[in-house]
């Protein structure tokens, strides 16, 4: 996987897994919202994807023990499950999800609070 279009300023890395990380930070003066183009190719087949990164500049630190958040949704989960809350421990409150992708996410939605559920 490979970041082909977006990130002039090197901002971002893919991992070999497809996770998308902030590298370096931006300095408060450059674009807080940022549309990549990546390009998944396994040999035979490609597919790009177009992922919309917002990121707000906050002259307050704040500190994230986490790098990454995983999670696993169940095979029966009703619709409606809160996978991720803006409330969780693990969250700031100025965290927002958004989806945004060429493939099908119909399965996932963000709320007007901000929670991410199936």
Known sequence: ????D??????FRLDNNGR????NVP????????LLTILAFDGK???????K???????????CSEEQLEISVKEDAKEGTVLL?????KLISSVH??????????????TKTGDLIL
């Open 27 to 34: 300095h408060a003066r450059t674009e807080t919202e940022y």
């Open 1 to 4: 996987m490979y970041i082909v």
């Open 53 to 63: 990164v917002k990121l707000r500049v906050d002259s307050a630190v704040v500190n």
């Open 97 to 110: 999800f958004t989806l945004i992708s060429d493939v099908e996410i119909d399965n996932f939605a963000v």
């Open 45 to 51: 087949h490609d597919r790009k994807a177009h992922v």
């Open 85 to 89: 809350g803006r409330r969780e421990e």
């Open 20 to 23: 998308l990380y902030i590298e």
């Open 6 to 11: 977006g990130d002039e300023y090197g901002l």
